[in-house]
């Protein structure tokens, strides 16, 4: 994309009917390490390349639970990424405080898209430079979103974003006919060997991706490091899908105290699991 | 004399000179609190509601007392919300009209969605509790005892709401329905009662309070709801019975007026 004299400002249009102001916080998305979203019946999934600035450093972090039944995961300037989802928090948790349900998914995901349209038509601010895939369900199912710094946003059985996703959108097509009756196990498997397309030549380990499923009975749980290593590991017997350590989980779990746990890698710096 | 308000010719922002035009004590002029209404004017009394087999069954007379007079006698005290709920309302009648406005209101907004998504009993219920409570703290109350019952994905629903208080239960009532109509349903109610069972129960119980509540009349609406949806009957009278040997003779017994 080469620049032009109408690129400066949001607020202009170019001669050829373009906002690039807004065409350019869309390529800051395309510059993010690859997020992959897919959907079955019951359960959608969401899997991350994680990138690690150096090797002394820790991840960024990409996935967020934004409720019991919604997460998200960003691909772009995570530090804006990080506001989207206060605001998605904040929305859900009023919501629940008036109606005592939970906030359908793609009521949540309009506000947002409404909240970065703001942001293409105010020459005093900036486009959010983040995508975002929101996975969640409600009443009427799982549903998965994509959020645009444009403000648009689109519903999708599957997707990818960032960097390489081509790579992951290419598997995704060949694969996406067999999601909607995939079993949990078979929809992480999947989303695993998306993200791992992404990849390219590095090898798919518990520090270089994460995952997090939500369904229609079980609540958001990003995947920890234990739990991710059965699914990598499963991923070379092409028939088999691993049984989740179910115990060991809850042993962990009744240590900690807490349901769910960061997708902390295990070769990498400890992290405070919290 | 305090100057309270604002004399209309200073709102509109002509010159006035009030050092002559009025005597005025110039003591610092307290402006007294805002207050709003806080006693009901046109009231409308009990609201019965039980938990049935295949869902719940409200029921309300059709009358609003204007004090002790019994001044309007088609009052509809039974309203649907949304397809599968119905709110019943005792107290003040306008202010229950206003809560209908703001769940239509809400119903609206749903509807426009287009998303499949509904405002279910249990939403709504919270939805009133909310609005019930802000308004109690403001000193600006609905003057109502809420009753709302509805059903969603088979499970049913029933749930009360009075500033803010809300609880919920296989049957409950409001105002004289407490007394009268909850001790009847103590002894009588059954989770599999049938909805020839469930009527016959509710009319028992809006005969008493006709026979006893004074703001009550013989003009009755029963509203059904299930998983198909919501059934709000035509007015109904019940057949009361004045045929008691007490009521033959009434002066039998008095010695006369002194």
């Known amino acids: 994309m080469f620049r032009n004299q109408y690129d400066t400002d949001v607020t202009t249009w170019s001669p050829a009917g373009r906002l690039h102001q807004v065409e350019y916080a869309m390529e800051a998305v395309k510059q993010g390490s690859a997020v992959v979203g897919l959907r079955s019946k019951t359960h959608v999934v969401l899997a991350t390349v994680n990138k690690a600035s150096s090797e002394l450093s820790s991840f960024q972090r990409k996935i967020f639970k934004i409720d019991d039944h919604i997460g998200i995961a960003m691909a772009g300037l995570t530090a804006d990424g990080r506001i989207l989802s206060r605001y998605m928090r904040l929305e859900c948790i009023n919501h629940n405080f008036v109606y005592e349900s939970p906030l359908p998914v793609g009521r949540l995901v309009l506000q947002v898209a409404d909240k970065a349209q703001v942001c293409t038509q105010r020459s005093w601010k900036r486009p959010y430079g983040v995508g975002l895939l929101v996975a969640g369900v409600d009443q009427t199912g799982p549903h998965l979103y994509q959020n645009c710094p444009s403000g648009n946003y689109f519903e999708y059985i599957a997707f990818a974003i960032g960097s390489r996703s081509q790579a992951a959108k290419t598997y995704l097509e060949r694969k996406y006919e067999t999601f909607s009756e995939s079993s949990r196990e078979g929809l992480i498997r999947h989303a695993l060997l998306a993200v791992k397309e992404s990849l390219q030549d590095e090898e798919l380990t518990t520090s270089n991706c994460s995952v997090a499923v939500v369904g229609v009975d079980e609540s958001l749980t990003i995947l920890d490091a234990r739990n991710l290593k059965l699914f990598i590991d499963g991923l070379d017997e092409s028939a088999s899908v691993p049984a989740e350590d179910k115990q060991a989980d809850e042993d962990e779990s009744k240590e900690q105290g807490l349901g769910t746990s960061d997708g902390s890698g295990s070769d990498v710096v400890p992290m405070e699991t919290s | ?258």
């Open chain 2, 1 to 258: 004399m305090f100057a309270t308000g604002i004399a209309e010719e200073d709102r509109k922002g002509s010159y006035v000179d009030r050092s002559i035009s009025r005597p005025c004590n110039f003591e610092i002029s307290q402006q007294s609190p805002v207050t709003h209404t806080q006693y009901p004017y046109v009231t409308g009394t009990s609201v019965l509601g039980i938990k049935y087999k295949d869902g719940v069954l409200l029921a309300a007379d059709m009358a609003g007392s204007y004090g002790s007079t019994v001044r309007y006698k088609s009052i509809h005290r039974l309203k649907a919300v949304g397809s599968h709920a119905v709110l019943g309302a005792s107290g003040e009648i306008s202010d229950f009209q206003q809560v209908t406005q703001y769940l239509d209101e809400l119903v609206l907004n749903d509807y426009m969605w287009e998303d499949g998504n509904k405002l279910g009993p249990q939403e709504i219920h919270s939805y009133l509790n909310r609005l019930m409570y802000n308004k109690r703290n403001k000193f600006d109350p609905f003057w109502n005892s809420l009753v709302l019952g509805g059903v969603e994905n088979g499970q049913k629903y029933l749930g009360v709401n009075m500033i803010g208080v809300h609880y919920k239960d296989n049957h409950v009532a409001t105002g004289f329905g407490n007394h009268l109509a909850r001790p009847m349903f103590r002894n009588e109610w059954r989770e599999d009662l049938t909805l020839e069972e469930g009527v016959k129960l509710l009319e028992k119980c809006l005969l008493v309070l006709f026979y006893r509540d004074r703001s009550s009349i013989n003009k009755f609406q029963i509203a059904k709801i299930t998983e198909e949806g919501v059934v709000i009957s035509e007015p109904f009278a019940l057949k009361p019975n004045w045929d008691f040997k007490a009521f033959h003779n009434p002066t039998l017994g008095a010695d006369g007026s002194w």
